[in-house]
């Protein structure tokens, strides 16, 4: 896939102008005038974890101090782990979409998102200077209809699974469209990552789609357990990101601890066993809902989010609160979260949920919307 012609140039300009960012990964030199630890505490026994030789804090942005080697290697890991070309580090799944989102396009481009995207996603779109449309959700015919109408170079932005209803993004119809109209795809799998796929690398990677897909982000606050994202995509993008995107450039970089987390995170997610039991109570509480006669009252999902339909948002208090007496924790979703109307019970399903924890919470709601 060709590069946007406008980042291309903007890259080249900073060559010739003397002004291009790059990563250095660890200081060169021993005395610190640059990092931000302004009372040593880094260093310190106290703040800093007892002899792991590992920093308490990065001391700066990656572009100043806060850069290592140790992050560099994660960031190739990353990529070879998902098999993609390079990778880049963000602090939350929230930031790499600003961080993504706001500098991509330029003015007189088009970025089409789905409209049921991630609240992240939809700030990060407000950010960019490129006109900007949505898309009704996983409607390929209205996403043609805005391809048609739109200018300049186009960005496509979408879900691998949404988190709200617990869907899959239509992704082949998706990337197959894309790539009719030259457009851009932007996928965000965080609730996909550890979840889909061998390895759980995400539902691009099992669906076989990462030629199509120009960017994908990673998050690891959810099925990692951890926090932090991590854009994957050619490594020109990642040389566009570090010259300009702001929440990249002017943030202090994660420190060694959250990496080698990272890592350890990744690490046990290559094992398939966990996540076939997560699937396996997927499935069992998908036929305790069909044998309890309540698959209508449900967003349809195949996925571990699943959404019980409920009639307005002073019901989805009265019955969370009832679900909850019982010792089970669920959230009632409201709007703004979610669309007016469209109020629920969010119930994500777990490995670690029992059988009868389960049959236990059917066995709840079922007592509820009777
Ligand atoms: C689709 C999606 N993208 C991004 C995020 C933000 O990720 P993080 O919690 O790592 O900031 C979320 C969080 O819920 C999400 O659901």
Redesign the pocket.
Known sequence: MKEPDFHIKALSERQTNGQLRKLEGDPIASFDFFSNDYLGFVHDAVVKPKDSGLRSGATGSRLLSGDSSRALLLEQYLADYHHMDAALL????????LGLLSCVAKRGDTIIYDNL?????RQAVQLSPASTYSFKHNDIADLRAKLNRSKGTVFVVV?A????DGDEGALEDICSVCSAFGAYLIV????STGVYGAKGRGLVDQLHLKDAVWAR?H????AAGI???VVLGSEHLIDFLINFSKPFIYTTALSDHSLDAIHTAYKMMQSDHARQQLWDKVRYFEDCLSKAGLEEQFYPSNSPIKSLKVDGAAESLRISKEIRKAGYMVKAIRYPTVPKGTERIRLCIHKHNTEEQIKGIIELIRNQVR
Do not use: R, W
């Open positions: 963000f602090q939350s799944g929230y930031m790499a979409n995207v991630h609240a992240s996603l879900e699974l949404y988190s709200m965000d799998e965080a609730h982000i998050t690891f606050g959810k926090h932090g994202a």
